[in-house]
């Protein structure tokens, strides 16, 4: 992806996260009921995000990043997974995922 891109997307997440919009980890996803609009994940998932996204993945867009792309827009390393909870914020994430060609 393009420094471009991932700094749009940082911004992005930058207003979710501080909205409360953004849930980091597939074990606070784990039974997780209320709406959620898009789940990105690091290509280096292990056992646990594997489920989680299969949860998901029929019901919403799920995006597979590169771990460099993923730690860049989340600044943490130790965070494989995270998903949104505003339906505009993951539209424009989606929007610009789509316009680097990176298919959900």
């Not at 997440?13 to 606070?28: E, M, P, Q, W």
């Given at each position: 992806m393009t420094n471009n891109s991932l700094n749009k997307i940082k911004g992005y997440?930058?207003?979710?996260?501080?909205?409360?919009?953004?849930?980091?980890?597939?074990?606070?996803l784990k039974g997780y009921t209320h709406k959620l609009y898009l789940v990105l994940y690091r290509e280096d998932f292990g056992k646990t995000i594997i489920k989680v996204v299969n949860e998901f993945?029929?019901?919403?867009?799920?995006?597979?990043?590169?771990?460099?792309?993923f730690n860049f827009i989340t600044n943490a390393e130790n965070c494989k997974l995270l998903a949104i909870k505003n339906k505009g914020l993951a539209e424009q994430i989606i929007k610009i995922l789509r316009s680097e060609s990176i298919s959900g």
């Open positions: 997440l930058g207003i979710a996260n501080r909205a409360n919009y953004v849930i980091f980890g597939a074990d606070k993945k029929d019901a919403l867009p799920t995006y597979q990043l590169s771990a460099q792309d």
